[in-house]
């Protein structure tokens, strides 16, 4: 990692300062801030609290925790340079659920540091990432007195669980959050030895499909044969919903899918992705045949999907209970791609399932929420091109742009509010465990995360153009 004498004296206050910034991200992960789960509810408060109070101590001069009619979210402006370009930094303090518990090495709420990585729930998905910006800010105002530009912050508690409040509350306070750019602090780089930036998230839309046969379970002695049984009916409606190589056939369901960013496709042949490491790591036996480095990185990256999560009807429990069950329910999740509208989406599952669903039975379908668009960053914005030389300032070479298969709603949510486009700058890697056991972040990521930041937002100053170059100082 190359220095940078303009960032120098921040950079060096931030190493020296190292060691209490691992603790501070300690004292963060041990806040169980489950978004999903209603008894963690006093620490979902304690994990914004613990934001806005590590905003404050940074020098902003204003910050908020503001409502959202659900977990809510807080809102910091540090914009005392008129004439400056503004951006708005996002991130989430929520975490995913620790299940299974028996799993982890280590307790996932009392973060321990293990071969230069500090394992704990949270911790790279969103906590490591999102402190690393308050961190870089605070180093700013104590060496500098002040910021290069000016700069906002959104932190949200509800990105795990979909954000169903986020479009919302960014719509109603869109004048207090314009900015020229926005910078995600969540995400996170593809892999741990090849530096790369994402210009591309798919869409995610969910649903639960029921089908019911008799009004009660049947004795599968006396009813087999003649009742209606909602299992077999559900999986073969749901087989008419993929061909044999697993793609989705559901007539209109990839209506108005966009071309990629062309340099994706290059980032897929140059990435030398392993396939048989990658069908290995996840104790899969291999397919046959097997499918190119391009092919599968297609699969996850710019083609849309259909997911069953789980399905439930009937016993499943030890031994066996001779029962027709009365109702089948199936939980799918679809990945969109740029271009599709996620109600259209949503509507041609419906209309297929209902034309696939034979008489003698009753169908309900539950949609949750109305789903999340996909996101691509204009190929040519000047936000990415800063940010892709500043990575490649801190690696050494050149990072890959690349798409990511998740959903990170924020591009759609912010392109529509606030017109202002999106770049990723997380210091996550993919292979940190993420939504699962034993989630970790490399302590040294979390340094280099801190000098990069402080290298962008003073390169952003010079470089960015303001929208609004009259925009008034924080109160």
Known sequence: MSGSAETADVEAYLAARMETAI????????????STDPSCKAD?????AFV????????FPSVEIVETGGHPAVVAEWCEKPGAPTILVYGHYDVQPPDPLEK?????FEPSIRGGRLYARGVSDDKGPLLIPILVAEAFARTRGSLPLNVKVFVEGEEESGSPHLAPTVERLRQRLAADLVVSADGAMWRSDLPSVTVASRGLVALDVTVTGAAKDLHSGRHGGSAPNPVRTLVAMLATLHDEAGLVVVPGFDDGVDLPDPAIREAMGASNFDVTGYFRDIGAELPDPLPSPEELLERQWLVPTLEFNGIA??????GTKTVIPASTTVKITCRLVAGQDPQAALSAIEAHLRCMLPSGYR???ERHGPG??????DKDDPGLAVTEDVVEGIFGQRPLRVAMGATIPIGA?????????VVFFSFSTADEDYHAPNEFFRLANFEKGMVAWARLLLRLSGELTPRNPKAPPSP
């Open 23 to 34: 603790e501070e991200l300690r004292a963060f992960c041990r806040i169980a801030s489950v």
């Open 44 to 48: 979902i408060a304690e994990a914004a």
């Open 52 to 59: 806005s109070e590590r905003l404050s101590l940074a020098g």
């Open 104 to 108: 982890w090495l280590t307790p996932p």
């Open 313 to 318: 009807g009937g016993y499943s429990g030890p």
């Open 363 to 365: 169908m309900s379908i």
């Open 372 to 377: 999340s668009a996909a996101f691509a960053l």
């Open 413 to 421: 949510v912010f392109k529509d509010a606030l017109g202002a486009p």
